[in-house]
């Protein structure tokens, strides 16, 4: 009759089973997920480098002007607030909690500080405490310009933001006296 020999068991999910172990099945998902453009035209990884520069540069610039505009174009701890014609000079906007342990760009853990106070800040040298008091370190010395930058703000608060939201969090404080200061 040309038929064949009779199955006893007929599975009728067999083939289906079979492919999907042969991998077919996941090569065409695979193949919806593949950028449908040429890949001639895919971005080159210049391209993608540049791409995350100018972004780090964008956040970067929008964290100084936030921080900045939050403490009023001064130095939080001494006033600072130099200016040729409408151009800051010598201001700049730290980070509380360091970027480069996951500290965010948002204006709650930014100082508007002096390049003078921000490196000593990032040296331990000078400390917030949680009601913004400012402490020196016990290791900070020198004549009569440290007197009048460092030890005249002991125990004196920080300029702080005209709104409360814009404050440093506690967090970001505690980070930067676990990790940073130097008694
Ligand atoms: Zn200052």
Known sequence: MGRGPQRTHYYPNMPFWRLKSDGFWQLINTENCINLEKPSKEPTSKQLDFDLTEFNRQRDLKFRQLVLRAY???????????????????????????????????????????????????????????????????????????EKLFWVFEGKNILLPRVKEDYVHDRFIEWHLQEVFRQ
Do not use: T
Request: with cysteine.
């Open 72 to 146: 009023n174009y001064q130095c939080a701890i001494c006033g600072f607030d130099l200016r040729h014609d409408s151009i800051a000079i010598g201001l700049e906007a730290a980070h509380v909690k360091w970027k480069q342990h996951g500290g965010p760009c948002i204006v709650n853990n930014g100082l508007a500080l002096c390049s003078l106070h921000h490196s000593a800040f990032d040296m331990g040298s000078i400390e917030l405490d949680s009601s913004f008091k400012i402490k020196i370190s016990s290791g900070v010395n020198g004549h009569q310009m440290v």
